[in-house]
Nanobody, 118 residues
Framework: VQLQASGGGLVQAGGSLRLSCAAS????????IGWFRQPPGKGREFVAGINWISANTYYSDSVKGRFTISRDNAKNTAFLQMNSLRPEDTAVYSCAFQASATTSYRDWGQGTLVTVSS
């Protein structure tokens, strides 16, 4: 599976952005898609995840209530709607997939930079 994130940019605090994660290749092997981010000078952290079949969603506490993950199976694309953005949300956002409930996320695609100005 190959993943490509897009939709990043510069936005003022309080603004919104919508990221997309397009999947190609063996998309039938996708169990779930996760969004991750890596702030400048820090490690990668989990942001949100979605089950590809049931659409059950999971969020980190830092984004719960502000971000919404969704998917369009027909287009093999996952989305991350980000509202009420804060300067601390500034990071490179990337997506990865799970092949099953018991496997780790893998194959992070090239990320997209989100910069939130204060």
């Amino acid at each position: 599976v190959q993943l490509q994130a897009s939709g990043g940019g510069l936005v003022q605090a309080g603004g919104s952005l919508r990221l997309s994660c397009a999947a190609s290749g063996r998309t039938s092997s996708i169990y779930g898609i996760g969004w991750f981010r890596q702030p400048p000078g820090k490690g990668r952290e989990f942001v949100a995840g979605i089950n590809w079949i049931s659409a059950n969603t999971y969020y980190s506490d830092s984004v719960k209530g502000r971000f919404t993950i969704s998917r369009d199976n027909a287009k093999n694309t996952a989305f991350l709607q980000m509202n009420s953005l804060r300067p601390e949300d500034t990071a490179v956002y990337s997506c990865a997939f799970q092949a099953s409930a018991t496997t780790s996320y893998r194959d992070w695609g090239q990320g997209t930079l989100v910069t939130v100005s204060s």
